[in-house]
Structures are given as structure tokens and as C-alpha cells.
């Protein structure tokens, strides 16, 4: 057990498959080791084994919170949803915020782990210290919407405003595999397929109600020294300043004219880097300023709903009205975001900009990762114009909007061959039409919304992410295109190995807390060490809590080498590097290409990995002491690469 501060040293074990309901402490050096929400998380997860079926009984579905959740510190309204992902077949861990992370700390829970499947569809309602299992048979099939609508009436009737419900639309029902989670705001546990998982379990929701009792610093001073530091750089930033800077007026969506400056905005499934490239090259009406988030503020932003203990209020909700098929769609939803904007818009062949909210919303009710969706859909559109699609009942042409909202439930429920065949993912599409050249996916899990021609930190970032192509790993943009915390030009690719490794180490502290990844565009180091020893009572000190980052992100790719992954997943797809398939760069970004064989080198001696691989002796260093071991040192050398 643990006495550290900023934990309750409560953990529910759910075995789904007999309704057995357990509670346990945390391990104190666990919780020294790993933190908490994603670092505990994936500790749970590896203890599982990593050889399990993602969508089998034995593997382990763990909600999480950290010891900074849902205290006073700035932006802790986070969760982490973490598992065995089967979008990917790696350890992934999917996030998201509103208030949810806050009550299950306010309700007892450090974490909740389910492992199992339930003979019925269930769900769990978590209150006081207490978790129980009800019937959910009237709920399955319903969408994330009308499940929450019904949850809310019949859980003691009236539940106040400190009710939150994680829930899970037909997507995760029927193991599409990006299914996701979606929480009472619409804020989604979106990458990864964790929907997909707790389909496979029969376990439709996750209720948990909650009065609001904040942890309290275990050492009151240095806490608050923290808090304060950390609230007066967010103000001062000009990127998370309330109410005057971009992310709190404009959202993530701020990036949306920025990318295409820069002509880092893939468009047309990353054959262009920007809007704009595609209109010259194509004489196409399509331009990404009419989804940027200043034209989404002018004309449909109806409110700025904020997550738990959070100034900056970047999420945007807004109304349209669309005519759909002689049909006319009311929709009112959160949010615009900059990555599904990107991927069910310029990446798909148009920036309709209602229709975009809409495909949004209706991802969301369904239970779909609007970037996956959006990604796929764009995939699914260049394999049609290259034939590839011919033995299908239908094609999708680019930018056929009122077929791609249609599209997002046909997929969501396996309704049809080409909904099917998008279900299963990007490796799964590849495979089944040897179409590995037309995805932008990365060990399974597709692109953001940054070209990896124009960034090249992002190049490096997408391919050592060891939950598939993430920006959220280590977010080198912030460098990149904001100057944050100094500007590295984006085209350079020396020294970005070593940058992403730094921000990976940084994600993975501020995950493990579990906070909101914003504040690193104001805060750093210094103040997670404030805030986390003020928390817990601990003694840290900037390179002891860095090393922990270190280890964290090194447990999941040890992880990842006993799944079966090595240095030759660290790949990018064709058009972005040099190659037979090479497209390069356009605009600003006139014959870019990525560089990734030269920042892997750099990035592994960073690491100090051997091809990818994490060799014994490191783990050795980091205190990981669990598991058989890689069985390589740092004497092995590298395969030598293919002829």
C-alpha cells in the first residue's frame, strides 16, 4: 500500500466474467516507479502479460487517475484509459477530460480494472468507495447519446451535477477496431480502440457519481508555490492565456491556418501538405480556413465549456444546421477539434465546414475515433480511384460528404462490405487489398494532423510512438510552430530525435499525473516538481522525476518488444519518406521529405536502444524489474537492413 499524497490507495478489480468485485492497495514502489493514471496504468496492464488478445477475456481494460487528479492543480479534470489496443497490438493508453477523472478520484478510486467478459451486457456504477455491476440489455445498440440520456434518469433518478458516465456507442459494441469512449461532454478516450475493448467485455458504461472531495497536499506549501508558478505562466502564455490566448478563444483548431501556412496540413490522404497545393495542383474549390477555428468562432460557436480546474476553456460547442439527403440535420455538439476537422476535411478531399460538425457529432454518439474515421475514409477514397475497391459493392468518392456521415453509422455497425472493411482498421484494409501504400498509419494507428515533410520532429515522433502515430506522445509542434519552450525549425531534422525523446519523457509525466497536455505551452519542469511533491509529500528533484518519464515511456516500448515489435516498426509510410513511393512536399514545403533514418539513429543512442529494442541493461538502470527481459544488450548490434 501506498501513503503517499494525492492517492486513496484504492483500486477496484472487476472480473466481468463472474462478478467478482475486489479492492486493493497500490504498491508503494509502484506508485514511486510509475506515478500513477498511464505510468500505473501500464504497469497493470504489463503484469497482465502482453501476449493476450486485445479483444480476449484476459486482457485488462484500466480506468486510471493520477495523484494530481482532480486537486486544485491547474488542467487535472484527465483520465487514462489503458490496454492492449486492438487497433494496434500495442499498449495504448487513450485519455480525455471534462470531469470524469476528477469524480472517480472524488468517489474513492484511484483506478478501476476490468478483466473478463460478462455473460449479459453490464455496466458499473462507482459511489462511495463502492462498485456494482447492473443489467445494461435495454442499452446495447443504443448510440453514446441516447445511453447517457437514459443513464441519467434511472440511476436514483435525479443525480445532480456530480454525475459522470463513460460510455461506448454500436462502434465498441461491434469491435470496430477504433471504437472509443465517450464521456457525458462528448470528450472521447479516442485513439487505440478502448471502446472496442470494453465492447468485448459486455460492458456498455462506467457511472460514477461523486460528491467533491479534492485531495489535500501532503505538504501545503510547496504545493501552493507550485499552483501559483504554474497558473501565473499560464496567464501569461500567449497560447493558453484566458480568454485572450488562441487556444482559449479559437481551441486546438487554432492550428488549422498555421498548418496551412506552413504547408504541414496533410490534404487528400497526405498526397499534398496543404489546401492549397491541392487547388493549384487540381483547380478544386477547397480551403482549410473555412474549418480553421476563426471561422468556426465567427459563425457557429455557440458556448466555451471548460473541463475540471481549467482557465483556458479550449473546448468550442457549436450549432449548424444541414440539409442531408432532403433531411434537415440539427446538430449541437462538442468539439471542433483541430485533428478531426483535419481528418474528416482536408484530408478526406473537402472543408465543408457544418457537414464536418456533424460527421463529428455523429462519430462521437456512435463511439468512433473521429481521426481514425476520418483517416480510413480518405484511404478507402484513393484505393477507389485506383480500382482497388472494384470488387466491393460501392466506392467513396472524395469529398462525398452526405455518403461519409452516412458512412461514419454504416461503419460503426458493420453494415455492409465497405463499412466492414474500414472496420477493421488501416493494417486490416492493407492487407485484405494489399493496399499498404495508400495508408498513413503507423503500426496500425494513422497520422495527425501534422506532415511529417514540414515537421520533422513529428516524423521521428509518429513512428517511435509506442502507442501507433501519435502527436500526443511527444508533441514537438510546440517547437516546431509555436517557438515552445524555443524554436526548432521545422524542416531540420538534426538534434529532433533527441527533442522527441525529451517530450515523450515530459508527456509521460504529466499523463502519469494525470493532466492536461496544454499546460506544457506554460509550465515545465520546475513546476511538476512543485506541484507533484507539494501533492504527495515526496522530494523529487527535476532529474529523478524526468528519469521517471524515462522509465515510464521505456516500460511501454519493453512492452511493445515482447509483443513482437522492434526497430522495423518504427516506419513511416511511403509517401513521407524517401522511396519508389516518395511524395514530396509542396508550397513551403517544396520537396521535403523525411529524414527518419538518420533521427532513428539519433534517437535510439538518445534512448540508448538497440534497434528499437530495449536491451536488458537499460532496464537494469531504470529500476524495471519485472518480466523475462528482452534478452538484448547494448553489445548486440542492429540486423543488417534488407538488400
Given amino acids: ?151 441519467e434518469g434511472e440511476v436514483d433518478g435525479s443525480l445532480g451535477k456530480n454525475l459522470s458516465i463513460m460510455a461506448i456507442g454500436p462502434g465498441g459494441e461491434n469491435e470496430v477496431r477504433y471504437g472509443c469512449i465517450i464521456n457525458e461532454d462528448d470528450r472521447a478516450s479516442g485513439r487505440g480502440g478502448t471502446g472496442a475493448v470494453m465492447g468485448s467485455k459486455n460492458l456498455k458504461a462506467v457511472v460514477v457519481k461523486s460528491g467533491t472531495r479534492m485531495p489535500k497536499p501532503a505538504d501545503a506549501d510547496t504545493f501552493k508555490q507550485g499552483y501559483q508558478q504554474a497558473m501565473q505562466l499560464i496567464r501569461e502564455s500567449e497560447v493558453t492565456a484566458p480568454n485572450e490566448g488562441g487556444l482559449s478563444l479559437y481551441g486546438t ?54 473541463c475540471h480546474s481549467c482557465p483556458v476553456a ?54 468512433v475515433d473521429t481521426i481514425e474515421m476520418g483517416n480510413m ?43 466492414d472493411a474500414l472496420a477493421e482498421g488501416a493494417n486490416g484494409l492493407a492487407e485484405r487489398f494489399d493496399a499498404y501504400d495508400n495508408s498513413l498509419a503507423v503500426k496500425g494507428q494513422t497520422i495527425a494532423a501534422y506532415d511529417p515533410r514540414c515537421m520533422k520532429g513529428m516524423g521521428i515522433g509518429y513512428a517511435t510512438s509506442n502507442r501507433g502515430a501519435c502527436h500526443l506522445r511527444g508533441y514537438t509542434p510546440s517547437a516546431e510552430i509555436l517557438g515552445i519552450p524555443e524554436k526548432h525549425d521545422p524542416h531540420e531534422w538534426r538534434g529532433k530525435g533527441e527533442l522527441v525523446a525529451l517530450f515523450q519523457d515530459m508527456h509521460a509525466i504529466s499523463d502519469s499525473f494525470d493532466i492536461c497536455k496544454f499546460n506544457a ?17 515526496r522530494d523529487v528533484t527535476e532529474e529523478e522525476l524526468l528519469e521517471t518519464g524515462d522509465r515510464i515511456y521505456t516500460l511501454e516500448r519493453y512492452y511493445n518488444n515482447l509483443a513482437g515489435f522492434d526497430g522495423a516498426d518504427d516506419s513511416l509510410p511511403g509517401r513521407f519518406v524517401e522511396g519508389d513511393e516518395a511524395i514530396p512536399g509542396q508550397g513551403a514545403s517544396e520537396g521535403q521529405l523525411c529524414e527518419l533514418d538518420e533521427m532513428k539513429e539519433e534517437y535510439y543512442a538518445r534512448r540508448q536502444w538497440v534497434d ?32
Fill in 521 to 537: 505551452f506554460a509550465e515545465g519542469i520546475e513546476e511538476y516538481v512543485l506541484q507533484y511533491n507539494g501533492m504527495t509529500g
Fill in 253 to 306: 483548431n487554432v492550428l488549422m491556418n498555421a498548418g496551412e501556412e506552413l504547408d504541414g496540413l496533410p490534404t487528400k490522404n497526405g498526397k499534398y501538405t496543404s489546401t492549397s497545393a491541392m487547388r493549384d495542383a487540381e483547380g478544386v474549390d477547397i480551403d482549410s480556413e473555412r474549418v480553421s477555428g476563426e471561422n468556426v468562432r465567427e459563425n457557429i460557436l455557440v458556448d466555451e465549456p471548460t
Fill in 612 to 643: 528499437g529494442v530495449v536491451p536488458d541493461e537499460r532496464l537494469d538502470e531504470l529500476g524495471i524489474d519485472i518480466g523475462p527481459g528482452t534478452g538484448v544488450s547494448r553489445g548486440d548490434s542492429p540486423a543488417p537492413a534488407d538488400d
Fill in 377 to 419: 475514409m480518405a484511404m478507402a477514397m484513393e484505393m477507389s480511384e485506383q480500382g482497388k475497391l472494384d470488387d466491393l459493392s460501392e466506392q467513396l468518392n472524395w469529398g462525398d460528404t452526405e455518403r461519409m456521415i452516412d458512412l461514419i453509422t454504416e461503419v460503426a455497425n458493420r453494415d455492409g462490405d465497405l463499412a
Fill in 1 to 151: 500500500m501506498t501513503e503517499l499524497g494525492g492517492y486513496h490507495d484504492k483500486v477496484a478489480r472487476v472480473d466481468l466474467s463472474s462478478g467478482d468485485i475486489a479492492y486493493e492497495g497500490i504498491d508503494d514502489e509502484d506508485a514511486k516507479k510509475y506515478i500513477g493514471a498511464r505510468g500505473l496504468g501500464v504497469k497493470y496492464v504489463f503484469d497482465q502479460g502482453p501476449d493476450v488478445d486485445p479483444l480476449g477475456p484476459d486482457n485488462l481494460l484500466a480506468f486510471m487517475t493520477g495523484p494530481l487528479t482532480g486537486t486544485q492543480t491547474v488542467m487535472s479534470g484527465r483520465i487514462a484509459v489503458v490496454t492492449k489496443s486492438p487497433l494496434t497490438g500495442t499498449v495504448t493508453d487513450s485519455h480525455h477530460g471534462g470531469w470524469s477523472g476528477a469524480r472517480l478520484k472524488w468517489s474513492g478510486f484511484d483506478g478501476l480494472l476490468f478483466t473478463g467478459k460478462a455473460e449479459r451486457p453490464s455496466y458499473a456504477v462507482v459511489e462511495d468507495g463502492e462498485l456494482t455491476l447492473h443489467d445494461a440489455e435495454h442499452l446495447w445498440g443504443k448510440g453514446v447519446h441516447e445511453t447517457i440520456e437514459e443513464l
Fill in 314 to 367: 479550449c473546448k468550442k460547442e457549436v450549432e449548424v444546421s444541414v440539409m442531408h439527403k432532403g433531411e434537415e440535420l440539427n446538430v449541437r455538439g462538442e468539439s471542433y477539434e483541430y485533428e478531426s476537422a483535419y481528418a474528416l476535411g482536408p484530408n478526406s478531399g473537402h472543408t465543408e465546414r457544418d457537414e464536418i460538425a456533424v460527421m463529428i457529432d455523429r462519430c462521437n454518439d456512435m463511439g
